[in-house]
């Protein structure tokens, strides 16, 4: 078997060996049956010689082709490509090919030119006006609501402030005549009057 990086030369007499095999077989004029309708028997011998030719070229191609894959199947084995790089950059090749070609440009341009036409037209203009409107006065009303609970929640602040201070107020007023009564408070109040009775005593015995 030949190399692998070794190219098949097409003016070889050993190219289409592989055709020749399948082309070299005699086949009776008989056997063919009669020329189809409108060709003498001269142009279909032509065709059929014509057709043997492609054949042979044919077979040709497919062994250069089976070369070259071989070799270059070699070459990504050296440079340490993957099968997966390889998928990679055919998927990359493809949407670049994709992205030029003339269907993409052409359905491209006929979006752009859609876009266009459709924020050019009254209703969407209208429709993106109407939204708008509709945004505008959706923040009026949630700044208002907050506003709204913000005040609730100032009264009620000061609502619990103001019974706050009444509570202790009416503490206050209820603890002190029960503290004047304790005995407690009425032996302090016996100790401060013996104190003012001694200072006065006192002061009398030194005039």
Known sequence: MESANQDINLNSPNKGLLADAMTDVPVDNAARGAAPEGLTLAEEEELRAELAKVEEEIGTLRQVLAAKERHCGELKRKLGLTPLDGLKQNLSKSWHDVQVSNAYVKTSE??????????QSDFYKKTQETLSQAGQKTSAALSN????????????????ISHSLSSYSIRHSISMPAMRNSATFKSFEDRVGTIKTSIRANGLSDM
Do not use: Y
């Open 145 to 160: 609501v907050g506003s709204v609970i913000s005040r609730k929640l100032g009264d009620m602040r000061a609502h619990s």
């Open 110 to 119: 006929k979006l752009g030119e859609w876009n266009d036409k459709v924020t």
